[in-house]
């Protein structure tokens, strides 16, 4: 059973950054996407981005374009999402999610939480404004 820690969340000022972690200490690890999601009270769980593992592909939710960028580190099995200018809207639990099945090969799938396998516990981001 694969597991998923996130970190680095926390309570921020509207414009700053916060930079969240997710990281495995399953090896070998073996996983095809990777997906950062939020939920904000009484709202619907939202895809906010994801990487491909394979090359370094991303993915991102347009609300998030040019504020965050997801990136990866291989060699320690750790997804990053680094958030710029946060609004007090982004204010959410975080989640990092693995497909490591390959269900989200499909272009319209990504976004789909339902196709991650593999899910973290979350992490609070709390913007004020």
């Known amino acids: 059973q694969v597991q998923l820690v996130e970190s680095g969340g926390g309570l921020v000022q509207a414009g700053g950054s916060l930079r969240l972690s997710c990281t495995t200490s399953?090896?070998?690890?073996?996983?095809?996407?990777m997906g950062w999601f939020r939920q904000a009270p009484g709202k619907e769980r939202e895809f906010v981005s994801a990487?491909?593992?394979?090359?370094?592909?991303?993915y991102y939710a347009d609300s998030v374009k040019g504020r965050f960028t997801i990136s990866r580190d291989n060699g320690k099995n750790t997804v990053f999402l680094q958030m710029n200018s946060l609004r007090p809207e982004d204010t959410a639990v975080y989640y990092c999610?693995?497909?490591?099945?390959?269900?989200?090969?499909?272009?319209?799938?990504?976004?789909?939480?339902?196709?991650?396998?593999?899910w973290g516990p979350g992490t609070q981001v709390s913007v004020s404004s």
């Open positions: 399953e090896r070998p690890f073996s996983v095809y996407l």
């Open positions: 999610a693995a497909d490591t099945v390959g269900h989200t090969i499909a272009a319209n799938t990504r976004t789909v939480g339902g196709l991650y396998d593999h």
């Open positions: 990487i491909r593992w394979r090359d370094g592909t991303t």
